[in-house]
């Protein structure tokens, strides 16, 4: 059975200082990765995806990078947070690009940038 | 603009009623449906999916389709209070990776 971890669970952080979060999807070889945020009881917004490592791409500008070193983990990263990057972040994976895939998110990690 | 719109924002339904949500898109490359749910402080799990214009029926969950008008709705009958949660509409294009957008959500609330 697949497993998606994320971690941490939970991060307080200043304004300015830098970030990494990160994501490892285990009994699944070459997923297709995503990040997405949430604004607490807000829509998600996808941010990142990664068909295979190395490759990311971006789907908006929120000063937030992601990178993929390995077929199983998916990092995001800032060197300077913003109050609005507070919220919720998930990882997702699907099986492919198609519509007809599900998309299966972690836990999450809840920040709190002050 | 919301691509996906969903209505209504809250709902509360007695323990044993139906549950009822709207979702209307407005771009008409959507052709993949999806309903989320996400309960606190967790990951949304996808519940359904819908494709065809109609009904699909799985347990005590029916999706609606009607991709002329573009909406899409999800019932939930004999609600319990474990379905409280906050529900997402979720629509794709035929394909891209970034073609997936989500609702703002509609939070139900099933009173015992």
């Known amino acids: 059975a697949q497993t998606i971890h994320q971690w941490p669970v939970a991060e307080i952080k200043a304004v300015g200082s830098p970030l990494s979060l990160g994501c490892t999807i285990k009994g699944k070889s070459s997923p297709n990765l995503y990040w997405y945020w949430q604004a607490t009881g807000g829509t998600l917004q996808q941010l990142f995806y990664s068909i295979t490592v190395g490759q990311v791409e971006s789907v908006v500008q929120l000063n937030l990078s992601a990178s993929r070193p390995k077929d199983d983990q998916f990092i995001l990263s800032t060197e300077k947070l913003l109050l609005s990057h507070s919220g919720f972040y998930l990882c997702a994976w699907s099986l492919g690009d198609w519509g007809v895939y599900e998309q299966y998110f972690g836990p999450g990690t809840r920040l709190t940038v002050l | 603009q919301q691509k996906v719109q969903q209505s209504p924002e809250s709902l509360s339904v007695p323990e044993g009623g139906m549950a009822s949500f709207n979702c209307t898109s407005s771009d008409r490359n959507f052709q993949y449906f999806w309903w989320y749910r996400q309960h606190s402080g967790e990951g949304p799990k996808a519940l359904m999916?819908?494709?065809?214009?109609g009904d699909k029926k799985e347990g005590r969950f029916t999706a609606h389709l009607n991709k002329a008008s573009l909406h899409v709705s999800l019932h939930i009958r004999d609600s319990q209070p474990s379905d409280s949660a906050l529900y997402f509409c979720?629509?794709?294009?035929?394909?891209?990776?970034?073609?997936?957008?989500f609702g703002k959500g509609t939070s139900l609330t099933v009173i015992p």
């Open positions: 999916s819908i494709f065809s214009d």
């Open positions: 979720a629509a794709r294009a035929h394909t891209g990776y970034q073609n997936f957008y």
